[in-house]
């Protein structure tokens, strides 16, 4: 046989291989499609939907809502600043028949973990720390048709360079410990964070005593969006006192203002900042 037909005929039996690998030992093609690899441009959005580097429904990993296509692949995925590689599948959502886990891939540092959805229902998938104990649990939903709006984007929409009023001062440091200002201070004190999926950030409830409530207009952001990032909360001293701010960190809580799952409950978290004004 020439060199050129041996070369064609190896190539059919290698692709030959990976279809019966897909079909009949799912762990072998998981362990197959797992490869890191560079990718093409990023397809065009499906109905206002992202797409993956492979063209399926793409869902950031901090979405509480997830819906998609029947019949079209999806994936989550995890950001580099959410220590991606530090994830893997715990719960595949298969025990319906709803989905297929197809595997995982990292593309440029994104980690996105592949389903098929075969049929119209509903299914659970769960994502967790490779070396811990946090986890992320999808409820998901297949349905004949999707919205854009339905998919959770990453934050990172939200990213802007910090605000910083005439005469305000920024604190250094973390959103805790014990900070000192001066009575009709304004100042910028930063929340630093790891942009880890899942955890949506506020203050809960207004400082009382020394300091006045948070000032108008967004939270600031700088640093990576999607990695190291700080967002930047602004207040103003009122009189001398002491006083408490707290701001918690609600863990894929979704809509809820408190956590309502055992998930939620156990890896939210709150941060206490306490102001002294002399």
Not at 56 to 80: G, N, Y
Not at 163 to 177: H, K, M, T, V
Not at 201 to 222: I, L, S
Not at 244 to 255: H, K, N, S
Request: charged fraction near 30%; aromatic fraction near 8%.
């Amino acid at each position: 046989m020439p060199k050129l037909r041996e070369r064609q005929a190896l190539r059919a039996l290698a692709g030959g291989a990976a279809v019966l690998a897909m079909s009949g030992a799912g762990a072998v093609a998981y362990e197959e499609y797992a490869e890191d690899e560079t990718c093409c441009a990023v397809p065009e959005p499906l109905h206002n939907v992202p797409r993956g580097p492979d063209g399926e429904i793409d869902i950031a990993s901090q979405s509480v809502e997830t819906k998609v296509l029947v019949d079209h692949d999806f994936s989550l995925h995890v950001r580099p600043g959410g220590d991606a590689a530090d994830w893997e599948v715990a719960d595949t959502g298969e025990s319906g028949q709803v989905l297929r886990a197809k595997g995982h891939k990292t593309v440029e540092g994104t980690r996105y973990f592949t389903f098929r959805a075969l049929r119209t229902g509903s299914a659970r998938v769960v994502l967790k720390e490779t070396d811990g104990d946090r986890t992320m649990t999808y409820p998901v939903r297949v349905e004949d048709s999707i919205q854009g709006t339905v998919v959770t984007r990453d934050p990172e929409a939200a990213f802007n360079e910090a605000y910083e009023p005439e005469e305000s001062r920024r604190l250094d440091g973390d959103f805790a410990g014990s900070f000192t200002v001066r009575p009709g201070e304004r100042f910028l004190v930063a929340n630093r964070y790891g942009n880890q999926p899942g955890y949506t950030w506020k203050v809960t409830g207004e400082p009382d005593g020394a300091v006045a409530g948070m000032e108008p207009g967004p939270v600031r952001t700088t640093g990576d969006p999607a990695a190291e990032r700080q967002d930047w909360y602004s207040f103003t001293a009122r009189e001398t006192g002491t006083t408490t701010v707290e701001l918690f960190g609600c863990y894929r809580c979704g809509y809820d203002d408190r956590p309502a799952s055992p998930e939620s409950k156990k890896f939210s978290v709150t941060k206490t900042l306490t102001v002294v004004v002399r």
